[in-house]
């Protein structure tokens, strides 16, 4: 059963960072291409960001780039996402997901999604 399960949100004021976790178990983590992808409240899903296998590729949403840095360590199983310089619209749920196929912008099913964290960013 795939389970995934974020952590590192919370309430940051604009300009500061947070570290996004991704618990991956139940399949085998390393052969999957992984994402984050958000919802903002009223909103549809927004891709954020895709990470190859073996980590050495990765892709952004525009609107992230040079802010975000995605990551992942395949020996222990956790996906990471470094939000930088952070702003009030980046506020939203986030979730991180599994791709059925290689791909860089996709948002799966919600099938593969986690619980998702929310980062909050406000004064």
């Known amino acids: 059963q795939v389970q995934l399960v974020e952590s590192g949100g919370g309430l940051v004021q604009p300009g500061g960072s947070l570290r996004l976790s991704c618990a991956a178990s139940?399949?085998?983590?390393?052969?999957?291409?992984m994402s984050w992808v958000r919802q903002a409240p009223g909103k549809g899903p927004e891709w954020v960001s895709t990470?190859?296998?073996?980590?050495?590729?990765?892709g952004y949403a525009d609107s992230v780039k040079g802010r975000f840095t995605i990551d992942r360590d395949n020996a222990k199983n956790p996906l990471y996402l470094q939000m930088n310089s952070l702003k009030p619209e980046n506020t939203a749920l986030y979730y991180c997901?599994?791709?059925?196929?290689?791909?860089?912008?996709?948002?799966?099913?919600?099938?593969?999604w986690g619980q998702g964290t929310q980062v909050t960013v406000s004064s």
């Open positions: 990470i190859n296998t073996i980590g050495t590729n990765t």
């Open positions: 997901a599994r791709l059925p196929r290689p791909n860089y912008g996709m948002i799966p099913l919600r099938n593969y």
């Open positions: 139940g399949f085998t983590f390393s052969i999957y291409y």
